[in-house]
């Protein structure tokens, strides 16, 4: 059996993130058949402080402009809620 690029891309991927200390947000299209959600669920797994956001109406090519808003938001949460983080 061959590995898909999904595959292999979720497990170079999150070993580079298992080395992370810092918070790391994973954005996955739900539609995307390239880095589908399990394989962005993989890499938010893999450190300790991952998340990740399925972008519902998304898939891997439109997945930049479909996240844009969410990633914001979030990112003005977070800042409120960890100030310290912030810089």
Same mark, same amino acid.
């Given at each position: #059996?061959?590995? &898909? &690029?999904? /595959?292999? $891309?979720?497990?170079? =991927?999150? #070993? +580079?993130?298992?080395?992370?200390?810092?918070?790391?947000?994973?954005?996955?299209?739900?539609?995307?058949?390239?880095?589908?959600? #399990? &394989?962005?669920?993989?890499?938010? /797994? +893999? =450190?300790?402080?991952?998340?990740?956001?399925?972008? /519902?109406? *998304?898939?891997?090519?439109? $997945?930049?402009?479909?996240? *844009?808003?969410?990633?914001?938001?979030? $990112?003005? &949460?977070?800042?409120?809620?960890?100030?310290? /983080? *912030?810089?």
């Amino acid at each position: #059996r061959f590995s &898909t &690029t999904a /595959e292999n $891309l979720g497990r170079s =991927t999150s #070993r +580079s993130a298992a080395g992370l200390g810092c918070r790391l947000k994973v954005f996955i299209g739900a539609h995307d058949r390239i880095a589908p959600p #399990r &394989t962005g669920r993989a890499i938010a /797994e +893999s =450190t300790r402080r991952g998340a990740i956001r399925i972008i /519902e109406d *998304a898939g891997h090519v439109d $997945l930049p402009k479909a996240c *844009a808003s969410h990633l914001a938001r979030d $990112l003005r &949460t977070d800042m409120a809620a960890s100030p310290q /983080e *912030a810089g």
